[in-house]
T-cell receptor, first 117, second 112 residues
Framework: AQKITQTQPGMFVQEKEAVTLDCTYD???????LFWYKQPSSGEMIFLIY??????QNATEGRYSLNFQKARKSANLVISASQLGDSAMYFC??????????????FGQGTELSVKP | NAGVTQTPKFQVLKTGQSMTLQCAQD?????MSWYRQDPGMGLRLIHY???????DQGEVPNGYNVSRSTTEDFPLRLLSAAPSQTSVYFC???????????FGPGTRLLVL
């Protein structure tokens, strides 16, 4: 069973509008971390935002915020005021704490975001 | 501060050839890892290291070797390249295995 699910293969958003990228996860580990990475067409993986499973407040980093709904096991990324440079592939990832000596990140399939001028 | 660097950026190999993908970081991170990215499969962990002299296998280790003689460097060796190893390879590092991982720019490998 997939542990990280991103149901939107591709999305379009108008420049300056907000957009939400969906991510749901599955784990029985009470301690875990959730991450979002951006991969532009140049190929590098850029860290955007992190949310710990015990964090009481939703994480925010500039125009990025993470809508964390623990009971629903969802960790959606919200990008406010979209810019043309936001066009990229976005990956949601999870790291479980138990039995994870390797610190392995489990990635979703990604969502390709296109920002229209 | 260059962060995580990888060389080469692109490589073409013939089946059976061997090569080493280089990874270096200048952030004094203890933890380093190698992932491969295949279309439709996301990134998967190949090998990781929690410090100099300590390495272990990840999810897809077959056909790859690693070593960690210094904190800065973590090379990945392909022993006998196969077409199934055509992929994009990412090196990542962090202060610890429960900290945020920062990725290098990737190496695109094509095995013919």
């Amino acid at each position: 069973a997939q542990k990280i699910t991103q149901t939107q293969p591709g999305m379009f958003v108008q420049e300056k509008e907000a957009v939400t990228l969906d991510c749901t996860y599955d784990t029985s580990d009470p301690s875990y971390g959730l991450f979002w990475y951006k991969q532009p067409s140049s190929g590098e993986m850029i860290f955007l935002i992190y949310q710990g499973s015990y964090d009481q407040q939703n994480a925010t980093e500039g125009r990025y915020s993470l809508n964390f709904q623990k009971a629903r096991k969802s960790a959606n990324l919200v990008i406010s005021a979209s810019q043309l440079g936001d066009s990229a592939m976005y990956f949601c990832a999870m790291r479980e704490a138990l039995y994870n000596q390797g610190g392995k990140l489990i990635f979703g399939q990604g969502t390709e975001l296109s920002v229209k001028p | 501060n260059a962060g995580v660097t990888q060389t080469p950026k692109f490589q073409v190999l013939k089946t059976g050839q061997s090569m080493t993908l280089q990874c270096a970081q200048d952030m004094n991170h203890e933890y380093m890892s190698w992932y491969r990215q295949d279309p439709g499969m996301g990134l998967r962990l190949i090998h990781y290291s929690v410090g100099a002299g300590i390495t272990d296998q990840g999810e897809v280790p077959n056909g790859y070797n690693v070593s960690r003689s210094t904190t800065e460097d973590f090379p990945l060796r392909l022993l006998s390249a196969a077409p199934s190893q055509t992929s994009v390879y990412f090196c990542a590092s962090s202060y610890g295995n429960q900290e945020t991982q920062y990725f290098g720019p990737g190496t695109r490998l094509l095995v013919l």
